[in-house]
């Protein structure tokens, strides 16, 4: 088991306490932390930098994440860049948010983006790059439901699952539930919590479908239940990543959201 944070909420974190990225690694490294989940446009823009100070503290590229608009652009090869760019880092598997339903013909946008996903699947397997969707929680995305998920997992069938545990809570669906039918394609599982009030201050709230506000918080604080999620993986010998997701969180706060979260997963783990 590796356990990584997201290099966005990371780069932010080190913003706002005035700290440059490597030392923020260093420490997190030094805690504990496996590794980085990233964006494409994190790595061409910072890649430089992050080799080194990788290599330095002994940690990975996890994986990688990135938009690919099929819908507006039903013939664009950025997709295959993008599986480019993973392979270049290194990362073990590669998330891909194919669109979003914003043209007005939602057959068309879901064609598309169906055939964007067959291409990209079809190309990464061709370079040795699993290829991943997930339950992406925006209200203009068709998938950000069980249903909506299991529609492209099912008519795509060499996409893996990336499994974010806060995400089925747009809709308040029972993420157990929800990871009892994608288990098998479970490749690598984004641990975002969720709580009705704010942690920190600066917190944001996730706006649900029915308005309902709920709030991003360090993994294990909140309502979702992970110990119940960890205790599946275990059961299935699961070796794949488990990524912390701090988005919405106050980046003054990340250091600390961090660490809490590495600690309640160090020892919820093995519980």
């Not at 030392?23 to 496996?34: F, Y």
């Not at 370079?127 to 439901?145: H, R």
């Not at 990543?241 to 020892?267: G, H, T, V």
Request: glycine share 8%; charged share 25%; with cysteine.
């Amino acid at each position: 088991m590796k356990i990584s944070v997201f290099y966005e909420n990371l780069y932010e974190g080190a913003q706002a306490a005035g700290l440059q990225v490597d030392e923020v690694l260093r420490q997190l490294g030094t805690a504990g932390i496996d590794g980085i989940y990233l964006n494409a446009d994190s790595w061409t823009r910072d890649r430089a930098i992050l080799r080194e100070s990788l290599k330095k503290q002994d940690m990975c590229v996890s994986g990688m994440h990135a938009f690919c608009d099929f819908p507006a652009d039903p013939e664009t090869l950025r997709y295959r860049e993008i599986i480019d760019l993973a392979v270049e880092s290194g990362a073990d598997n590669l998330l891909m948010i194919p669109g979003m339903l914003t043209t007005g013909d939602t057959r068309r946008d879901l064609d598309r983006m169906l055939e964007g996903m067959k291409r990209a699947e079809e190309y990464g397997r061709s370079v040795g790059m699993p290829v991943l969707m997930e339950d992406f929680d925006g209200l203009l995305s068709p998938y950000n439901c069980i249903a909506g998920l299991k529609f492209f997992l099912d008519s795509v069938k060499g996409l893996g699952c990336a499994f974010d545990t806060g995400n089925f809570a747009a809709f308040h669906e029972d993420e157990l539930a929800a990871f009892e039918l994608f288990a098998d394609r479970i490749q690598t599982v984004h641990l975002k919590d969720r709580s009705l009030a704010p942690q920190h201050e600066g917190n944001t709230p996730f706006v649900c479908a029915d308005g309902e506000k709920v709030y991003a918080c360090s993994v294990g604080s909140g309502y979702i239940r992970m110990p119940d999620i960890l205790k599946r993986l275990r059961d299935r010998n699961y070796q794949g990543n488990l990524i912390i997701e701090l988005y919405a969180c106050d980046p003054r706060c990340f250091m600390e959201d961090a660490l809490a979260s590495l600690r309640w997963l160090q020892k919820a783990y093995h519980s």
